[in-house]
């Protein structure tokens, strides 16, 4: 499966950016999907997650309440709704997807085996 991000951009703090990733092949609701990002220097961190079958959402304490993940199985697709955005913010954002995994893996970098490219974000004071 390959995955393809796009959306990024930039943006004043406190606006918003839609973030997509679209799938090459068929996601199904048994597919757990994520959105990590990454600082420059600094290791890939978990920013959202949706868990298959339940569609159970899952938030960095960082976003939430202004980070939503969404999912469009018939179009192949996960979504990062991202709402008063903040420099902090800045970042190139990745999805992945990844078929099995227990649950207390939802958050780890190393437990998706399915990336995208990455889709920078940047975040103006």
């Known amino acids: 499966v390959q995955l393809q991000a796009s959306g990024g951009g930039l943006v004043q703090a406190g606006g918003s950016l839609r973030l997509s990733c679209v799938a090459s092949?068929?996601?199904?609701?048994?597919?757990?999907m994520a959105w990590f990002r990454q600082y420059p220097g600094k290791e890939r961190e978990f920013v959202a997650a949706?868990?298959?079958?339940?569609?159970?959402?899952y938030y960095a304490d960082s976003v939430k309440g202004r980070f939503t993940i969404s999912r469009d199985n018939a179009r192949n697709t996960v979504y990062l709704q991202m709402n008063s955005l903040k420099p902090e913010d800045t970042a190139v954002y990745y999805c992945?997807?990844?078929?099995?995994?227990?649950?207390?893996?939802?958050?780890?970098?190393?437990?998706?085996?399915?990336w995208g490219q990455g889709t920078l974000v940047t975040v103006s004071s």
């Open positions: 992945a997807t990844r078929r099995t995994g227990i649950l207390s893996t939802i958050r780890d970098v190393a437990a998706y085996s399915r």
């Open positions: 092949e068929r996601i199904s609701s048994s597919d757990d």
């Open positions: 949706t868990r298959r079958n339940t569609g159970t959402t």
